[in-house]
């Protein structure tokens, strides 16, 4: 049998690239659906943060990703392989509708091919805390920039041009089974491996009228989901604007005359953890920070500070609902997080030391901090590590590999003297 095509019937490399390419989507479906029920299930808040859940999901979803960046690179290789290749002609060109159909078709599989894996590519790049793919390359792209908008839109896209693929795999296959079981031609004969000498079929030409049809169809489904994508993105955006910005409320202390409080005016309050070998990182939007301070003329006491975080209004990426479950945060029996500390200044700079307050425990924490005055105005910035398993935080993920025992803590305030 010939390597290149002929008119009447297929090479062995296009046979090759075929069947290849059918495998590969045939593993590719199931592990993205079973993963997905897995992540719908740690996602949930009653999760219970068994290990072995986790490491299914991140196994299914790393397969999920490895295979289809694998159907990407076929997919790309036999396009090439296509195009420079003799195209066998249809064996009942006089059927106009048919004929039409066929071809339109036989372009959203191309088109598919290579959306379907780049799009859902594009998503992982933009992510993070995502099961990792399994190739020596490709868990970031040139410039994609990790950012929710970008994997929100190509995740939507991804979801819609994944059922395009099905529609076109499904017309694909029962035109197939339409030409072997009715038509009795040799339409699916000639893909298999094998055959041999094939009819040939009635001299035509091809139009570029199904691959202008093809385009138009997917430019439809691209556009949906582009809308689907920044709808989701807008409503984040509008909801984060909404609450992202703290609301300190300043105590009873800080509403006299005493000149040693403080109010805050903005700043960020953000945790950062290891995920499956990538960085996530989240904020509370919600927390109220009471502080009194006087600069010392040397090390020693300057002050003390009362921070009440409310832990429903932590964003953590795509892990959000996990983070608030039983076996994490457990927001529905623990709703606040609490700091007490003492300021102090210290020979190169200032630290806060107190009791942090998560779910039932109390762990005494030390935040070393940088701090500018001018005047009645303040500028800090501080960041400390604390281990998650000292607060009860995901006892039933021991393995680091999956979940990282130190989450980083940083906080940026601005503040004027009341």
């Known amino acids: 049998m010939s390597r290149r095509n002929s008119f009447s019937s297929y090479g062995s490399v296009a046979k090759t690239f075929h069947w290849l390419t059918a495998l590969l989507i045939l593993a590719a479906f199931p592990l993205g659906y079973f993963a997905n029920e897995l992540a719908h299930t740690i996602q949930s808040p009653g999760f219970d943060g068994a290990q072995e859940t986790i490491s299914r999901a991140t196994l299914l979803f790393s397969l999920h990703k490895t295979v289809g960046v694998a159907v990407f690179f076929v997919a790309l290789a036999r396009i090439l392989w296509a195009v420079t290749q003799e195209k066998p002609g249809l064996l009942h060109p006089d059927n106009k509708p048919e004929a039409l159909a066929a071809e339109i078709v036989h372009w959203m599989l191309y088109i598919s091919l290579l959306a379907v894996p780049l799009t859902g590519w594009i998503h992982h790049a933009a992510t993070t805390g995502f099961a990792p793919i399994l190739w020596p390359f490709g868990q970031s792209l040139p410039f994609v920039a990790k950012s929710e908008s970008v994997a ?114 903005s700043g960020t309050l953000a945790i950062s953890v290891v995920q499956m070998g990538s960085s996530v990182t989240g904020q509370f939007a919600d927390w109220n920070a009471d502080i009194n301070f006087e600069e010392p003329a040397a090390p020693g006491p300057a002050g003390d500070v009362s921070v009440t975080i409310s832990i429903a209004s932590l964003t953590l990426g795509s892990v959000t609902d996990q983070a608030m479950g039983p076996d994490y945060f457990d927001q529905e029996t623990y709703p606040t997080a609490t700091f007490e500390g003492e300021i102090e200044k210290t020979a190169d700079g200032y630290q806060a030391v107190g009791p942090l307050t998560i779910r039932d425990q109390s762990v005494p924490i030390t935040l070393p901090f940088e701090l500018t005055l001018d005047g009645a105005k303040a500028s800090m910035r501080g960041q400390t590590t604390v281990n998650r398993l000292d607060f009860n935080i995901g006892q039933g993920t021991q393995d680091e590999g999956t979940l990282a025992f130190a989450v980083e803590i940083s906080v940026e305030l601005e503040a004027t003297r009341n």
């Open 152 to 265: 929100s839109l190509f995740g939507a896209a991804h979801g819609i041009l994944v059922w395009t693929l099905l529609a076109a795999l499904a017309l694909h296959v029962a035109g197939a089974l339409k030409h072997h079981v009715i038509d009795k031609d040799s339409t699916l004969r000639r893909m298999l491996p094998g055959s041999g000498d094939m009819p040939v079929p009635p001299a035509q030409s091809h139009s570029a009228l199904p691959a202008l049809a093809a385009i138009v169809v997917f430019a439809v489904v691209l556009g949906t989901g582009a809308f689907l994508g920044l709808d989701d993105d807008q409503t984040a955006t509008a909801t984060q604007a909404a609450t992202s910005a703290p609301q300190p409320t300043a105590s009873a202390e800080t509403e006299t005359a005493d000149t040693s409080g403080w109010r805050v005016e």
